[in-house]
């Protein structure tokens, strides 16, 4: 199925407002959070642009700068507008993100800052029609209508879960409640109303390397590959001499690799390239644990007689299994990442 361009909104426009400025390429996802933005990669890779408008960030994992970076480095397009992923946009402005809209602009002129100015609430079953009353909102509001600046603190001080009508009526007199209701400009909407009207199209221009991301989980990736280890063997295959490392300073570790692998020890520079970029990163024991599980496999070591006896065959000490496991891990995410 071929998808050009994913749109993570769920709570700013409701999807039968969108559907008039969508394509058949187009693909309408639910708030982003933590780990989406690899999987939308992997399901959809001839994806060219994402565009973020609302994002977890409450109980949930939001969505990380270095998963943002990382999609930017396969060259793709990133938007953000409106909500969190203006925020985002502001945040990732001089790394390759675009922002766009009002909102964006006050986070770009240092007018607010933090998440709370653009958090709402809802119910994921009826998202644009329960949602909370936005703090941005109340800003636009009040700039258009001054007399109004004043209560903006008030309704500020309100967590941002209660904030409703409902909630306001015990907090402000009743006629400057009907002013808010009346004159309540909903500037997130407009915002990406006004982006899809006009087909917006910013320059863009990244110039993103491969960044390491620990929070990536690979794991889910590794799965799909009847082979891990035919997998990094490939690609180590692939490296170009040009890239690979010949000062090295952990070369055994490198050539247990070669063991583990059954490849020639030329690959170490090679492997050093690679690992070179994870310098001072070490993959917690959940991220590891299942690459482990899964070569346990792929090699019948069903006893830890069996491991044992492995490594004694290709003269590794056990007390070096961790590190390779570890290594193995880290060759298995680049690769992952890095796939043409």
Same mark, same amino acid.
């Given at each position: 199925m071929?998808?050009?361009r994913?749109?993570?909104i769920?709570?700013?426009?409701?999807?039968?407002?969108?559907?008039?400025y969508?394509?058949?390429?187009?693909?309408?996802l639910?708030?982003?959070?933590?780990?989406?933005?690899?999987?939308?990669?992997?399901?959809?890779?001839?994806?060219?642009?994402?565009?973020?408008v609302?994002?977890?960030?409450?109980q949930q994992?939001?969505i990380?700068?270095?998963?943002?970076?990382?999609l930017?480095?396969?060259?793709?397009?990133?938007v953000?507008?409106?909500?969190?992923?203006?925020?985002?946009a502001?945040?990732?402005?001089?790394v390759g993100m675009?922002?766009?809209?009002w909102v964006?602009?006050?986070?770009?002129?240092?007018?607010?800052?933090?998440?709370d100015e653009?958090?709402?609430?809802?119910d994921?079953?009826?998202?644009?029609?329960?949602?909370?009353?936005a703090?941005?909102n109340?800003?636009?509001?009040a700039l258009e209508?001054?007399?109004?600046?004043?209560y903006?603190?008030?309704?500020?001080?309100?967590?941002?879960?209660q904030?409703?009508? /409902?909630?306001?009526?015990? *907090?402000? +007199?009743?006629d @400057?409640l009907d %002013? !808010?209701?009346?004159l309540?400009?909903? #500037?997130?909407? /407009?915002?990406v109303l006004? *982006?899809? +009207?006009?087909? @917006?199209?910013? %320059? !863009?221009s990244?110039?993103?390397?491969? #960044?390491?991301?620990?929070?990536?989980?690979?794991a889910?990736?590794?799965?799909?590959?009847?082979?891990?280890?035919?997998?990094?063997?490939?690609?180590?295959?692939?490296i170009?001499a040009?890239?690979c490392?010949?000062?090295?300073?952990?070369?055994?570790?490198?050539l247990?690799?070669?063991?583990?692998?059954?490849?020639?020890p030329?690959?170490?520079?090679?492997i050093?390239?690679?690992?070179?970029?994870?310098?001072?990163?070490?993959?917690?024991?959940?991220?590891?644990?299942?690459?482990?599980?899964?070569?346990?496999?792929?090699?019948?070591l069903?006893?830890?007689?069996?491991?044992?006896?492995?490594?004694?065959?290709?003269?590794?000490?056990?007390?070096?299994v961790?590190?390779?496991?570890?290594?193995?891990?880290?060759?298995?995410?680049?690769?992952?990442?890095?796939?043409?």
């Amino acid at each position: 199925m071929r998808i050009d361009r994913a749109i993570f909104i769920e709570s700013t426009l409701s999807n039968i407002e969108m559907k008039k400025y969508l394509t058949d390429f187009d693909l309408i996802l639910p708030s982003i959070r933590r780990g989406h933005l690899l999987n939308l990669y992997f399901s959809y890779p001839t994806i060219k642009e994402v565009v973020i408008v609302d994002g977890v960030f409450d109980q949930q994992p939001s969505i990380t700068h270095k998963e943002i970076l990382w999609l930017l480095s396969r060259g793709i397009k990133v938007v953000g507008i409106g909500s969190m992923g203006a925020l985002r946009a502001f945040e990732l402005r001089k790394v390759g993100m675009l922002g766009f809209g009002w909102v964006y602009e006050q986070f770009l002129n240092h007018y607010v800052d933090g998440d709370d100015e653009v958090a709402v609430s809802y119910d994921p079953r009826d998202p644009s029609n329960s949602k909370t009353l936005a703090i941005i909102n109340f800003r636009k509001t009040a700039l258009e209508h001054n007399e109004l600046q004043s209560y903006l603190s008030i309704i500020k001080n309100i967590h941002f879960k209660q904030r409703t009508w /409902e909630t306001l009526s015990t *907090y402000l +007199r009743s006629d @400057i409640l009907d %002013k !808010f209701r009346k004159l309540y400009v909903d #500037i997130k909407k /407009e915002d990406v109303l006004n *982006y899809f +009207r006009n087909e @917006i199209e910013p %320059k !863009f221009s990244p110039n993103i390397k491969f #960044i390491p991301n620990i929070y990536f989980n690979s794991a889910q990736q590794m799965y799909s590959y009847k082979s891990v280890l035919k997998f990094i063997r490939d690609r180590l295959e692939q490296i170009n001499a040009a890239e690979c490392l010949t000062n090295l300073s952990c070369k055994g570790d490198y050539l247990n690799i070669c063991k583990f692998l059954a490849i020639s020890p030329d690959y170490i520079g090679r492997i050093a390239s690679v690992l070179d970029k994870y310098s001072g990163v070490i993959p917690n024991k959940d991220k590891i644990k299942p690459f482990i599980m899964k070569f346990k496999v792929e090699l019948n070591l069903d006893s830890i007689q069996a491991i044992h006896d492995y490594f004694n065959k290709i003269e590794i000490p056990m007390s070096q299994v961790k590190k390779i496991f570890e290594n193995l891990t880290k060759l298995f995410d680049y690769f992952l990442c890095t796939l043409n």
